[in-house]
């Protein structure tokens, strides 16, 4: 993988950026997508943003490689205190947990001004995503799940608009992603497939454990999300 040539995963990503936007991407790690997105012509201008001191030089030293200090700026800091508000139409934030990216919004929910599109790709917990989303006045417009290595990405695409809109049932929705549950392809029946399989484990495990209250919680958690896929899985 270089700057002319990402994962599967991170080209998914791209593709999905707003043309000649400016960009903001957030852990960008050595900065490969934004260099990509620049050498594609997708983007004016971009900020790579990573708070580790490692990924932060490999950064610079990318987009010097690639000769395009003057046009991706590499900064230093927590998710989105890289940015002003009004300063990107565009913000990509790929390959950490739903709850982190969820962290992430949350904290930075004033830099958000004058963003249009969020492109995000969680490793898991997807759904934490999804709920934010919907509680904030974004709507996804597109997903996309995809597998490489042997690992399931799923990547949301969210432009600000009425959220609710996307979700003829709500838990579903959230938990399976209203796009992919209408497209339902082999890469997501193979997820939730293995998911339920993992939550039937941990369900029996319980149901051998002593029922204190919060097992008890979990066991209903737990119920409900296997009905939900086990409903979808058998349609």
Same mark, same amino acid.
């Given at each position: *993988?270089?700057?002319l ?15 000649? &936007? ?5 852990? &960008? ?39 395009l ?26 390959? *950490?947990?739903?709850?982190?990216? =969820? =962290?992430i ?28 989303? *919907? ?14 290595? %042997? ?9 600000r608009?009425k ?9 579903? %929705?959230?938990?399976? %992603? ?24 941990i ?8 029922? =204190?209250?919060?097992?008890s ?8 999300? +296997?009905? +939900? ?7």
């Amino acid at each position: *993988m270089n700057e002319l040539r990402l994962s599967k995963r991170l080209e998914a990503v791209a593709s999905n950026i707003l043309e000649k &936007s400016v960009l903001a991407d957030i852990g &960008s790690d050595h900065a490969y997508l934004p260099c990509y997105a620049f050498l594609k012509g997708y983007i004016t201008n971009a900020i790579a943003g990573e708070i580790n001191e490692g990924p932060y030089r490999s950064a610079v030293e990318q987009v010097a490689k690639s000769d395009l200090q003057e046009v991706i700026e590499v900064r230093k800091g927590n998710g989105l205190e890289v940015i002003a508000p009004n300063e990107v139409d565009c913000i990509t934030i790929a390959g *950490m947990g739903g709850t982190l990216i =969820t =962290t992430i919004l949350e904290e930075g929910k004033s830099k958000l001004q004058g963003v249009r599109r969020l492109i995000l790709q969680p490793n898991i917990g997807a759904i934490n995503i999804r709920r934010w989303l *919907m509680d904030h006045g974004w709507q996804i417009v597109s997903e996309t799940i995809l597998e490489e290595d %042997g690992k399931i990405y799923e990547i949301l695409v969210a432009d600000r608009g009425k959220p609710q809109a996307n979700y003829s049932n709500l838990e579903a %929705g959230l938990l399976l %992603g209203p796009f992919l549950l209408k497209e339902k392809n082999q890469t997501f029946i193979k997820k939730w497939t293995h998911e339920k399989q993992h939550w039937l484990a941990i369900l029996s495990n319980l149901e051998k454990a002593e029922m =204190t209250n919060e097992n008890s919680e979990r066991k209903r958690e737990l119920e409900q999300k +296997i009905s +939900i896929v086990e409903e979808v899985l058998n349609e």
